[in-house]
């Protein structure tokens, strides 16, 4: 009896040392996510996937070497679609048993690296639109037009060669139809900058879409926040309150208290009768001073209320309340 109630709180022991084990673990885990995975590291976990068409262009070896010897990794893949340039990110993940999981998601913005006397023909044929169109549509992602060689195919005495008047006018069209921005570059060197770009602002976006996602207002220590349950909107709409003149905090939280928001109080100023019955019933709010023996009440009075319904009910832009 003693051996088995013995075995039984060795066995107990064993069992709390493993899940200790696995907590340290587990927590382990989640922080190496966290570090891996900071805004600051975004090299650390993207990459720039270049079709294979690209680095056979004139300049093309030349562009990433000159990315790679700024940190940013680089694959040569043969793609589906010729001269696209994708982005990839390296998701990072804990689980229950402490073990990080790595997954790669391709991003849904791509770049088309064309010739600009390719896409000059193209628009001479009336075919860009729909080809981008194809481009777009196979690679189910938002492609950025880049158009290498556009100075010396300006200059270009060879006859039938597209005039400028034409491209600004296939480019314009091609973002208007298709919303795609198209860059003019002189050589295949000037679109490392490009890519370094697209691949920073990549790589930062999810933790820009979550500080968004947290706040609405990007806030200061002197600024007013509010979260995603709209606490502390109250205190904003007292603040704009005070932006009126003769509107101390006093009268603005008793104001607030009563109509606790600014579509509130323009509906009360909308359905009185007229305005002097809406900035009379306004003066007579109760506005409540220090506490205590030093307590007293008085009202908002006749000249806040006057700017606050003039404020609230105005439409005129330009008008100056006295």
């Known amino acids: 009896m003693a051996q088995e109630s ?6 107990s022991k064993e ?22 995975m900071k805004k600051e590291n975004w090299m650390e976990y993207m ?20 990315l790679e010897l700024e940190g ?6 043969q793609q589906a ?4 340039i994708c982005f990839t990110r390296t998701e990072m993940s804990s689980d229950d048993n402490g073990a990080i999981n790595k997954s790669k998601i391709t991003e849904d913005i791509f770049l088309l690296v064309e010739q600009a006397d390719d896409v000059g023909t193209r628009i001479q044929q009336e075919t860009l639109i729909s080809y981008i169109r194809q481009v777009a549509s196979t690679c189910q992602a938002n492609v950025t037009l880049f158009a290498i060689g556009h100075d010396k195919l300006m200059k270009s005495k060879r006859a039938g060669v597209i005039k400028r008047i034409e491209w600004e006018k296939g480019v314009l ?37 979550k500080q968004n996602k947290d706040l609405f207002i990007e806030a200061s220590k002197q600024s007013l926040f509010v979260d995603v349950q709209g606490n502390g909107y109250l205190q904003v709409f007292i603040a704009q309150l005070q932006d009126i003149r003769s509107v101390n905090e006093a009268i603005a939280s008793a104001v607030a208290q ?12 909308a359905d009185s009768n007229n305005s002097d019955a809406a900035v009379q019933k306004l003066a007579d709010i109760p506005v409540r001073r220090g506490v205590g023996s030093l307590a007293s009440v008085r009202r908002v009075g006749p000249e806040a209320a006057r700017r606050i ?11 100056k309340i006295e």
């Open 47 to 66: 990459d720039v996937i270049i079709d294979e068409n690209i680095t056979s262009e004139k300049g093309g070896t030349q562009m990433i070497t000159a």
């Open 173 to 209: 069209e091609l973002q208007l139809d298709l919303n795609v921005t198209t860059y003019c570059m002189v050589d295949m060197t000037q679109l490392v900058d490009y890519v370094r770009m697209f691949c920073k602002a990549l790589g930062e976006r999810p933790h820009k879409l």
């Open 258 to 269: 009563q109509y606790p928001s600014p579509l509130i109080l323009s509906n009360f100023i």
């Open 6 to 11: 013995n075995y039984l709180k060795g066995a």
């Open 15 to 36: 069992q709390k040392r493993i899940e200790k084990e696995k907590e340290k673990a587990v927590k382990q885990a989640q922080s190496a996510v966290a570090k891996g």
């Open 309 to 319: 319904v003039a404020f609230y009910s105005n439409t005129n832009p330009d008008l």
């Open 72 to 77: 940013i990794k680089c694959d040569v893949i």
């Open 81 to 84: 679609i010729p001269n696209i």
